[in-house]
């Protein structure tokens, strides 16, 4: 049982660990800013929520489980929210989405 | 371990240092800046100075980069071009680092025991906190009782500070914030659904934390400053999404200026009480008949006191900035 939780909350670490990594490639590596933003945000939310729980299975049930469920809560709560102001706020500002074809935002 | 995760953090300090010197959008220089105060707190916390790191992040990440925010709206987000090298600055920077650089090499090793830090006073105040104050927090005892005459100056800084801000910021009378009436349909968030429903949501969980930082400081990592500032970010939240008219019906100008008065006034007066009961200047043994329950009291009191205090100056500063932008 102990080893089959170890490896359980391992896996999740590690694939957390590989989303928010790839989620930071493509923040640098993506054409503009809303496919950089996308990236960042989309890939942050899952590794939250895995990497989380992967803590959570090495701490079994204590209280500090529970503070790492307010700790996703807040980030579940409070991450796609702040992607969702600058989004909306670069598009109020009028920059507009990359198009093939189109010049590279700089 | 330790040390790798604070050379990894300093490193990230120095790159964001030189990205806010190399920054010419004073925007993107202030949200720097709130970075570099949350990778402060990170190295706090690493060095075990949990108290010191809660405050940087409230104060320096949090209320700090608001303010800078207002200041900025105030003036241009454009950093005014220039065109001379300053090679004096440049040299006498140099030569301080330099300087700094040789000076630790006297240091002791990180948590070196027989370092003089850990010889000097702390011992005594590791043994005796437990016998004369009885509580789990020595920070809080240090700052609050044995050291109370600085944390009293710490807290007329702060409250002249404000007072400063506030005579600066609001000199004519008709522009005073106090008559300050503004269209509360065209302020703060109220069209953006999103930010503004998780935002109300977060407000009543961050002034419940703050209420919980200033009464288990004793306990835990805490206290008045830390609250205060938790509180005023909690209420600096409401301000930008519902407006500061909003904000203001909630604590108004004279409420918030009663509160930094009150916090010093009664910070002195548990002082002035320990002299009627027979004792010192802010001794808070003599405060009950049992001198373990004064200075719990004591500690109590004073931490109130400094948790208005900051709040009310924190507050009043926000609001005065804001002011000033809706009549520029």
Do not use: C
């Amino acid at each position: 049982m102990e080893t089959l939780l170890d490896i359980l909350s391992w896996a999740l670490l590690v694939v957390g660990g590989a989303f928010v990594f790839v989620g930071g490639v493509g923040a640098l590596r993506m054409p503009d800013f809303y496919t950089r933003m996308h990236a960042a945000s989309l890939t942050d939310t899952l590794g939250t929520i895995l990497v989380l729980t992967g803590l959570m299975l090495q701490s079994g049930i204590s209280l500090a489980t529970a503070k790492l469920l307010a700790i996703m809560m807040l980030l579940l709560f409070t991450a796609p929210t702040a992607a969702y102001a600058l989004a909306n706020a670069a598009r109020l500002s009028g920059l507009k989405p990359y198009r093939t074809g189109g010049n590279r935002e700089q | 371990m330790v040390t790798f995760f604070g050379l990894f953090v300093l490193t990230l300090l120095v790159i964001t240092a030189i990205g806010i010197l190399r920054a010419e959008n004073l925007f993107a220089a202030v949200m720097l800046t709130g970075l570099f105060s949350l990778l402060m707190a990170s190295i706090f916390f690493i060095l075990d100075a949990a108290d010191v790191a809660l405050t940087e992040a409230a104060v320096g990440a949090g209320v700090a980069t608001v303010l800078m925010l207002s200041a900025l709206a105030l003036t241009s987000d454009r950093e005014q071009q220039q065109r001379r090298r300053h090679w004096i600055p440049i040299v006498v920077v140099s030569v301080t680092t330099l300087l700094i650089i040789y000076a630790t090499f006297d240091n002791p090793r990180l948590g070196d025991p027989g370092a003089p830090v850990h010889q000097h006073v702390a011992p005594w105040y590791l043994s005796e906190t437990p016998r004369l104050i009885d509580i789990p927090n020595v920070v809080t005892a240090i700052l609050a009782s044995f050291r109370g005459y600085d944390t009293l100056g710490e807290l007329f800084v702060i409250f002249t500070a404000g007072i400063g801000v506030l005579f600066m910021l609001s000199t004519d009378t008709e522009r005073s914030p106090l008559t300050l009436l503004p269209n509360p349909d065209t302020e703060g968030l109220r069209h953006h659904q999103v930010p503004r429903i998780i935002g109300r949501l977060l407000v009543p969980f961050i002034v419940l934390f703050g209420l919980y930082v200033q009464f288990h400081g004793e306990y835990g990592p805490g206290g008045g400053f830390q609250a205060g500032a938790l509180i005023s970010a909690g209420f600096i939240l409401f301000a930008l999404i519902e407006g500061e008219a909003a904000a203001l019906k909630v604590l108004s100008f004279r409420v918030l200026a009663g509160m930094i008065t009150t916090g010093a006034f009664l910070y002195v007066a548990v002082g002035l009480a320990g002299i009627a009961r027979g004792g010192n200047f802010l001794d808070y043994s003599v405060l009950l008949d049992d001198p373990i329950a004064g200075q719990h009291l004591g500690i109590i009191l004073i931490e109130l006191g400094v948790g208005l205090t900051v709040t009310g100056v924190l507050l009043s500063v926000f609001h005065a900035f804001a002011a000033r932008r809706q009549h520029s």
